[in-house]
T-cell receptor
Framework: GQGVEQPAKLMSVEGTFARVNCTYSTSGFNGLSWYQQREGQAPVFLSYVVLDGLKDSGHFSTFLSRSNGYSYLLLTELQIKDSASYLCAVREANAYKVIFGKGTHLHVLP | NTKITQSPRYLILGRANKSLECEQHLGHNAMYWYKQSAEKPPELMFLYNLKQLIRNETVPSRFIPECPDSSKLLLHISAVDPEDSAVYFC??????????????FGEGSRLIVV
């Protein structure tokens, strides 16, 4: 069916890395964004991708494969403060609406 | 983020009427109201492009949006229901609603229905 899917939870260790996966099936594609949302706070924009490949933005990197309907957000050199929910959001072609996934809660262990 | 301000931040209501307010100081053309219930992602309620309501999601008629100018957004709520308990986020994006892929969110207004 149509939608954006993410695993509910992910755990990793401080100083290592975490990869947050997102798969989508939509009517056309016009870009994918990642947001970070801490408990009780608003979502904060992290990254936007529309072309295939890896986009390296330092602490956060984003990968996209349009043919597979797949993206991931890679966080490197994890810190405890990276513990948050990470939301994947997809815009369909010729559409107003941005479809959010349910988010992946990342827990970074000391 | 102080560039999108929302008020009130917290709201406890019985079956009363109230309005949520939002103002963005980013010069963006598109503004949105999102509802986020516990453990759920943000869900689009309404969006405006240059003060015009372009798409109206199927939300209960007790929610009425208003856009008095391109930087302000209101959400009027009447006779709230317990299912309306949620955080209501205002957001804006540059460009138009067709091209704005970066959403900037306000801090949210938490509505608690008693």
């Amino acid at each position: 069916g149509q939608g954006v899917e993410q695993p509910a939870k992910l755990m990793s260790v401080e100083g290592t890395f975490a990869r947050v996966n997102c798969t989508y099936s939509t009517s056309g594609f016009n870009g994918l964004s990642w947001y970070q949302q801490r408990e009780g706070q608003a979502p904060v924009f992290l990254s936007y991708v529309v072309l295939d490949g890896l986009k390296d933005s330092g602490h956060f990197s984003t990968f996209l494969s349009r043919s597979n309907g797949y993206s991931y957000l890679l966080l490197t050199e994890l810190q405890i403060k990276d513990s948050a929910s990470y939301l994947c959001a997809v815009r369909e072609a010729n559409a107003y609406k941005v479809i959010f996934g349910k988010g992946t809660h990342l827990h970074v262990l000391p | 983020n102080t560039k999108i301000t929302q008020s009130p931040r917290y709201l406890i209501l019985g079956r009363a009427n109230k309005s949520l307010e939002c103002e963005q100081h980013l010069g963006h053309n598109a503004m949105y109201w999102y509802k986020q219930s516990a453990e759920k992602p943000p869900e689009l309620m309404f969006l405006y492009n240059l003060k015009q309501l372009i798409r109206n999601e199927t939300v209960p008629s007790r929610f009425i949006p208003e856009c008095p100018d391109s930087s302000k957004l209101l959400l009027h709520i009447s006779a709230v229901d317990p299912e309306d308990s949620a955080v209501y986020f205002c957001a804006s994006s540059p460009g138009t609603v067709y091209s704005g892929n970066t959403l900037y969110f306000g801090e949210g207004s938490r509505l608690i229905v008693v």
